[in-house]
């Protein structure tokens, strides 16, 4: 064993929300979950896994909106971008995921499942299987894991209607 902590069950809950956030949207990126939770340094292990659950919806008529997963030191847009969605594009539209993300390295994190970076885990996908991104060191930083929003057009309602983190911990 290797003295890191791990749950029982072998996942804990990061972060989460319980209310739903709802945000102006800009043609800049913006948060849309600003009070997320930081994750302490060497808490994600070798091998580990990143699981998040995220529903988003927007009231509106013509923006086509991009939602962002980052995850790194800082919890703004300047840190990594780990996944991209556009599929919020049309009136009063709701979207939903559950995404995985792989720890490949102390500096190195991928998307698992479907090779589309906007696509749930599960399903089929001609994309080729998604290259890991580079990130600060999980084993000396404490990291973030930030989801941001776009549009084409300001002016528009986004929320992040759901969010959940929960990190599955291997005995690698």
Do not use: C
Not at 43 to 57: C, E, F
Request: aromatic share 8%; net charge negative; proline share 3%.
């Amino acid at each position: 064993l290797s003295g890191r902590y791990k749950a029982a069950n072998g996942s804990i809950l990061l972060d989460s929300i319980d209310t739903a956030n709802a945000s102006t949207t800009a043609v800049t990126q913006q948060n849309l979950n600003p009070n997320h939770r930081l994750i302490p340094a060497g808490v994600i292990g070798a091998n580990d896994r990143l699981r998040a659950w995220m529903g988003a919806s927007k009231n509106g008529t013509t923006a086509a909106i991009t939602l962002r997963f980052h995850f790194g030191p800082l919890g703004t847009i300047a840190d990594p971008v780990i996944a991209t969605v556009l599929d919020l594009a049309t009136t009063n539209i709701s979207y939903g995921t559950l995404m995985e993300f792989k720890r490949i390295t102390a500096t190195t994190i991928q998307k698992q499942g479907n090779g589309n970076p906007g696509d749930s885990y599960g399903g089929a996908n001609a994309t080729a299987y998604p290259a890991a991104v580079a990130v600060s060191n999980m084993d000396t930083t404490a990291m973030y894991f930030s989801i941001s929003s776009q549009a084409d057009v300001s002016g528009e309602i986004v929320t992040l209607q759901d969010y959940t983190l929960e990190l599955y911990s291997t005995y690698s």
